[in-house]
């Protein structure tokens, strides 16, 4: 027996055979933060062994101190729990409670939902008249619906319900059909049948599943109103920060991809749960989810391998929108309700990317317009002349707080913004933290402030160095060197929540400066593929969390976005969400989606040169 004990929780937990640390501290009960997927390379799984620690390894060599290590302090995933263990798990290792952004700038349509009802009144049958229930339904209800219902297409819970219900209700009835009025067809699906004073709540949940967080909102399909809305940490971040991580963990893992799968629908069964309570329904009033979500996200959701995703050429199993029952992938809602995925581009553009589309670009002939959605991955649209280009950067989780020495998300305590006061001859750094109170790191709209004022203060320079030999005494004095490496101290450690204060490495500016420079050269790829120049571009909208926070002067100071004029650059929140609300209170839109998505071209950036020169341009800082 192996005896695991983890303080301060005093939890304790005994394993029959040997389970990788992190696994069992999960087993446990106790969620970790492993941002890199447990690859040893962003130092954030850290415990302290309270008794005989083990071995380091070389990785914790690069990550910890030489006084940490003697101290205890080792990195959870590299080692096995191979005898008794009694740890110590800092809040700092665990996940934070992150602030989702849910509010997202709308737009309105016609309310014209998939799921309806309809009252239908059956002639009983007679000597003269031998038709089965079945047929009586169909037929009535074709009639009433102009649709076409295929019998084989009619579930089971609906063929036995049908004795009963139809002699209660004297063959008068409401029925709860699905529409699929996709183009060409003009199909329906039964849902549900009853007397006409049953089942009278026709509800509907746009759900976005992110690769960080997860959002959902519960919409009554009678009014097109938004009832509620509950949002979480998207709990497959315990794989990994990023999709490739997810990828490893999907594909290398016997149960991986079960275990993906299993995170999501229990984070989201949680949703529902919320939503209705808040709402004060039941789940069985839910007749469909319509999510959207990158291409892995959505085939994690489901449960489909995403292993063609993961290699070259990169193509999605599926990228076509798909209907499917709920209860299959084991979404609590109504036991007949369904799931409907937005259309994907490709591997790496999603029905994320299509929905921001939908909401904001959905004009093919409006002005030239890009859209940027920056999370764990940067999506990019530019639309013009009735075309739209698409492609994707793989920018890293630094803008999430991944691989930053003191990264975060945007959870309490994360630094959103930086700046340099100066009164009475001195300068002092204002930080501002996300809930107030003690700086305890940086999330990505304050890293990316915090390397803005530097380069105005002169402290880092136009090629990413970190520390000028001229520095004035005040800002030097603030050059520190961190485990080998030089970092400034923008936070003093008494006014943190940091033994060491807050610090900005010089590592942490060249993951930046990676991930800025990538999605800035595949946003110019696009632009001047499209044939235009940044003056043409009449507005650059930005979407998610990201968008939402940063300061766009922050953005340009660093080469993030192009230097245009700040009415030009408009945050649209939860962009994703929004056209997700779109196409579950309306068919038309949902057409829509599925015609853009058809539209857009994706531009790979695998090998492609004026990626590369781009990359280059832009991995420095611009002057300033
Ligand atoms: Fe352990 Fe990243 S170093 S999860």
């Not at 990023?242 to 999907?250: G, M």
Request: include cysteine; charged fraction near 20%.
């Amino acid at each position: 027996m192996l005896r695991l004990k983890v303080e301060p929780d005093g939890i304790e937990e005994t394993f029959t055979q040997p389970f990788p640390l992190v696994r069992a501290l999960w087993e446990a009960g106790l969620s970790m933060e492993t941002p890199c997927g447990g690859f040893g390379g962003c130092g954030k799984c850290r415990v302290r062994f309270l008794k005989d620690p083990p071995e380091p390894t070389t990785e914790e060599y690069r990550h910890l101190t030489l006084a940490e290590l003697s101290d205890g302090w080792r990195l959870a995933c590299r080692h096995f729990l191979d005898r008794e263990a009694h740890l110590f798990v800092p809040d700092q290792s665990r996940p934070g409670m992150v602030t989702v952004l849910t509010a997202a700038v709308e737009r309105e349509t016609e309310r014209d939902p998939a799921v309806g009802a309809f009252q239908v009144t059956l002639s009983p049958p007679s000597a003269a008249d031998e038709r089965g229930y079945l047929t009586r339904l169909l037929e009535g209800l074709e009639r009433v619906s102009g649709l076409f219902f295929s019998p084989e297409a009619v579930p089971l819970s609906v063929l036995r319900s049908l004795p009963r219900v139809l002699t209660r209700s004297k063959f008068c009835l409401r029925v709860i059909v699905h529409r699929d009025t996709s183009e060409g067809r003009k199909t329906g699906r039964i849902l549900w049948v009853g007397s006409p004073s049953e089942q009278d709540r026709l509800l509907g949940l746009a759900l976005d599943v992110g690769t960080t967080t997860l959002v959902g909102y519960l919409l009554d399909l009678t009014t097109g109103q938004e009832i509620a809305c509950s949002a979480r940490l998207n709990p497959q971040v315990r794989y990994g920060d990023d999709v490739i991580s997810r990828l490893c963990y999907a594909l290398q893992e016997p149960r991986g991809l079960r275990d993906l799968q299993k995170a999501v629908v229990s984070a989201i069964n949680e949703i529902i749960g919320e939503v209705c309570q808040t709402a004060r329904v039941s789940e069985s009033d839910i007749f469909e989810v319509v999510t959207v979500g990158n291409t892995a996200m959505l085939h994690l959701f489901l449960g489909v391998n995403p292993e063609p995703i993961a290699f070259a050429p990169y193509v999605p199993v599926f990228q076509h929108s798909v209907t499917l029952k709920a209860a299959a992938i084991g979404l609590r809602i109504h036991p007949e309700g369904l799931v409907t995925t937005l259309p994907c581009v490709a591997g790496y553009v999603g029905a994320d990317t299509t929905a921001v589309v939908l909401t904001h670009l959905d004009d093919p002939d409006g002005d030239s317009a890009a859209a940027l959605d920056i999370g764990t991955n940067g999506e990019v649209v530019v639309r013009s002349n009735g075309r739209y280009l698409c492609s994707s950067a793989a920018a890293g989780p630094a803008f999430e707080g991944g691989r930053i020495y003191q990264g975060l998300r945007a959870e309490r305590g994360a630094i959103s913004s930086v700046g340099l006061e100066q009164s009475n001859g001195s300068r002092w750094f204002r930080v501002t933290t996300v809930g107030g109170g003690m700086p305890v790191g940086l999330c990505g709209s304050g890293l990316i402030d915090a390397v803005a004022t530097l380069l105005d203060a002169g402290v880092t320079d136009e090629s990413g160095y970190l520390g000028r030999s001229d520095l004035p005494s005040d800002l030097a004095d603030r050059l520190i060197s961190l485990n080998g490496q030089r970092a400034f101290l923008l936070v003093a450690p008494e006014v943190s929540a940091r033994p060491e204060g807050i610090v900005l490495t010089q590592r942490d500016i060249r993951e930046l400066q990676l991930a800025k420079g990538s999605i800035r050269a595949v946003t110019e790829v696009l632009v001047r593929r499209a044939g235009l120049n940044w003056d043409q571009v009449s507005s650059l909208y930005l979407a998610g969390a990201f968008g939402m926070f940063v300061n766009p002067r922050s953005a340009i100071r660093i080469g993030l976005l192009p230097a245009l004029p700040l009415n030009k650059i408009i945050a649209v929140g939860n962009a994703a969400g929004a056209g997700a609300k779109l196409a579950l209170i309306s068919l038309a839109e949902r057409r829509k989606a599925s015609r853009l998505a058809s539209l857009m071209e994706h531009i790979p950036m695998t090998g492609n040169e004026a990626y590369q020169e781009g990359l280059m341009e832009f991995i420095g800082f611009p002057l300033g």
